[in-house]
């Protein structure tokens, strides 16, 4: 299958900092990838879409100006934490599709574990 | 939107044994249904899949069922090994959404006893 690399996998930080989570895609060309975040022993909660290119949409309730997603390029999108506090500690996990296979194989990379102290 | 439901939260099988993990979903119009396996601390990863064309679908010890119009689909994991401890997400997808995002089920916790 396709590999969807994401780094770190996981990062420690003090409260007030920000933090870039790097999601790539490395052997096809994404021009659309999705973040999502998990909490301990919960299921994945969609935080956003992110379209190369253009602005990413955000679902409801996840405050845009707190997660920066910047898709500049066709196999890379980057999610940013600003001013991260410690309700923000969680996995947090990208994931991308093969272009022109709509509605099918989403392919996740391995996942960053935020901690913020 | 669509609803995912997820039974059990935990599974507990003796090595050898099947598994068998249920989903419901809620939007008729969804057609296409895969299974993730996550493993502790790693993104999840796609184990089998299923579009609402087919009733059935096998890959060696995995297996997955769709049941239209009762809106349910269940995997089905034989002969159980181990390594097939994790937790596994069902997931539905509805032409209808915008980018055809994913809705996953609650996970199921699966241990296999030794």
């Known amino acids: 299958g396709a590999v969807v690399s994401q780094h770190p996998s996981w990062v420690i930080c003090k409260s007030g900092t920000s933090v870039k989570i790097e999601c790539r895609s490395l052997d096809f060309q994404a021009t659309t990838m999705f973040w999502y975040r998990q909490f301990p022993k919960q299921s994945l909660m969609l935080m956003a879409t992110s379209n190369e290119g253009s602005k990413a949409t955000y679902e409801q309730g996840v405050e845009k100006d707190k997660f920066l997603i910047n898709h500049a390029s066709l196999t890379l999108s980057t999610l940013t934490v600003t001013s991260a506090h410690p309700e923000d500690s969680s996995f947090y996990i990208c994931?991308?599709?093969?272009?022109?296979?709509?509605?099918?194989?989403?392919?996740f990379g391995s996942g960053t574990q935020l901690s913020v102290l | 939107g669509e609803n995912v439901e997820q039974h059990p939260s935990t599974l507990s099988v003796q090595e050898g044994d099947s598994a068998v993990i249920k989903c419901t979903y809620s939007?008729?119009?969804?057609?296409?249904f895969p299974w993730y396996k996550q493993e502790l601390g790693k993104g999840p990863q796609l184990i089998i899949d299923?579009?609402?064309?087919?009733g059935e679908k096998k890959d060696q010890r995995i297996a997955v069922t769709l049941n239209k119009t009762a809106k349910h689909f269940s995997l089905h994991i034989t002969e159980t090994q181990p390594e097939d401890s994790a937790v596994y997400f069902c997931?539905?997808?509805?032409?209808?959404?915008?980018?055809?995002?994913?809705?996953f089920g609650t996970g199921t916790r699966l241990t296999i006893i030794p």
């Open positions: 997931a539905a997808s509805s032409p209808n959404l915008v980018n055809e995002k994913l809705t």
């Open positions: 994931s991308a599709r093969i272009p022109r296979q709509s509605n099918e194989k989403l392919f």
């Open positions: 939007d008729s119009a969804s057609n296409y």
């Open positions: 299923i579009r609402s064309n087919v």
